[in-house]
């Protein structure tokens, strides 16, 4: 038995063992601190081998206030994906033999052609001479609470498509609706002062771009405090 595991059942009885004289919330308090964070696993296996393509789709009048929102949103999600794509070690499984298209050709097929904003993501799909497609569709994205637009608070939803192109044809064989975050996560509903919207910007991009990346690859969630 390796030596990590007698640790983690070493650790396990010992909280088990003060637990006995604990109230609940005191033992789920003990346990976010003793025991290791849980590892979730891909929602979506399926990018190994495949050439991929990351999308993002946002209303006219979003792109209009953030026209940057396209291109740094995907190379977020995409540098995320790349980076442990390349890794020597601890390369996760699903990532492995994956290839990426540049970010900026694919915002610049979307700006070159408007007319597959009224198309299907899965009609439009084998166009793009990919094999993979991760498409984002932005259903809301601001720094700043609408009630308390002197303050700050980035937030940011959308939903979630994978299209699989085989032979000439795409289809969308997983999808995850209201993937949304916050930031920062434990700011008031009204925001916060002393802040810039450039700040909300990225770091709002980080924590979604994140979110995305955990749906292809096993990650750790911490315990709730």
């Not at 994906?81 to 390369?91: G, I, M, N, T, V």
């Not at 097929?109 to 166009?127: K, L, W």
Request: glycine share 6%.
């Amino acid at each position: 038995m390796g030596s990590s595991r007698i640790a983690l059942i070493i650790r396990c009885c010992l909280a088990l063992l003060i637990a006995s004289t604990l109230t609940g919330c005191q033992i789920f308090g003990l346990a976010s601190r003793i025991l290791p964070d849980p590892t979730v696993g891909a929602s979506y296996h399926g990018l190994a081998n495949q050439t991929t393509a990351v999308m993002i789709w946002t209303d006219r009048a979003t792109a209009i206030d953030w026209p940057r929102l396209q291109l740094d949103l995907s190379r977020g999600i995409q540098s995320r994906l790349q980076e442990l794509a390349s890794k020597s070690k601890d390369r996760p499984k699903d990532l492995e033999g994956t290839k990426f298209v540049a970010a900026e050709s694919v915002v610049r097929y979307q700006h070159d052609h408007p007319e597959i904003e009224t198309e299907s993501i899965s009609d439009v799909a084998p166009r793009l001479n990919v094999t993979r497609i991760i498409y984002v569709e932005i259903e809301q994205f601001s720094t700043r609470p609408e009630d308390s637009v002197e303050l700050y608070r980035g937030s940011l939803s959308g939903n979630l498509k994978v299209v699989e192109v085989q032979n000439g044809q795409g289809k969308v064989p997983f999808e995850e609706e209201n993937i949304s975050v916050l930031y920062p996560t434990d700011s008031p509903d009204q925001g916060l002062p002393n802040q810039t919207d450039l700040e909300m910007y990225e770091k709002t991009l980080d924590a979604f771009s994140t979110q995305i990346m955990n749906r292809f690859v096993p990650h750790t969630e911490e315990l709730p405090q």
